[in-house]
T-cell receptor, first 114, second 109 residues
Framework: SAVISQKPSRDICQRGTSLTIQCQVDSQVTMMFWYRQQPGQSLTLIATANQGSEATYESGFVIDKFPISRPNLTFSTLTVSNMSPEDSSIYLC???????????FGQGTRLTVV | GQNIDQPTEMTATEGAIVQINCTYQTSGFNGLFWYQQHAGEAPTFLSYNVLDGLEEKGRFSSFLSRSKGYSYLLLKELQMKDSASYLCAVLDSNYQLIWGAGTKLIIKP
């Protein structure tokens, strides 16, 4: 298993500003995943963060809007840049470890943009 | 495209049994997961199926039929704390998780 500490747990931000979300894992992992979850909807993968290389972004997500850092095997950050109300969502970081590579998640960051 | 279908919402009575279905169409298959997500919390792992058949874990069981692209999660002896959303997710040929939208389960006394 893995324990992931994610912060902040929630924030209310002004449009046009940026917020950086941090995730710390209690073990070394090759890949970390960043998701967005709108209320009542599925998890949407934003990007996969590998240590030592640029993150891989999914269709509809770009590095300028969601820059990611992965300085080591236990830590990653996601920045939501130039925020608009449409960015209001829950953001989750995740790693896949264990016998079946099951996903473990941070506690989530509930972002509200006003 | 890839698609996972689950009912949006289900209601059941405390002490009863409920079955949550999941059908999937994905590019390849490397396993199916069920997760539980309480409101305002992150998903937590419940079960994993990669071969056809039933996997039992306490009050929860999960079934898989790969030929039918079908799985279900069976919850027995329902408790109020089982009120949550249940997410079905499939690991595709690229080992990427494809998530269903989740089924909100409401337990009534």
């Amino acid at each position: 298993s893995a324990v992931i500490s994610q912060k902040p747990s929630r924030d209310i931000c002004q449009r046009g500003t940026s917020l950086t979300i941090q995730c710390q894992v209690d073990s070394q992992v090759t890949m970390m995943f960043w998701y967005r979850q709108q209320p009542g909807q599925s998890l949407t993968l934003i990007a996969t963060a590998n240590q030592g290389s640029e993150a891989t972004y999914e269709s509809g997500f770009v590095i300028d809007k969601f820059p990611i850092s992965r300085p080591n095997l236990t830590f990653s950050t996601l920045t939501v840049s130039n925020m608009s109300p449409e960015d209001s969502s829950i953001y989750l970081c995740s790693v896949s470890v264990g016998e079946h590579a099951e996903a473990f998640f941070g506690q989530g960051t509930r972002l509200t943009v006003v | 495209g890839q698609n996972i279908d689950q009912p949006t919402e289900m209601t059941a009575t405390e002490g009863a049994i409920v079955q949550i279905n999941c059908t999937y169409q994905t590019s390849g298959f490397n396993g199916l997961f069920w997760y539980q997500q309480h409101a305002g919390e992150a998903p937590t792992f419940l079960s994993y199926n990669v071969l056809d058949g039933l996997e039992e874990k306490g009050r929860f069981s999960s079934f898989l039929s790969r030929s039918k692209g079908y799985s279900y999660l069976l919850l027995k002896e329902l408790q109020m704390k089982d009120s949550a959303s249940y997410l079905c997710a499939v690991l595709d040929s690229n080992y990427q998780l494809i998530w269903g939208a989740g089924t909100k389960l409401i337990i009534k006394p």
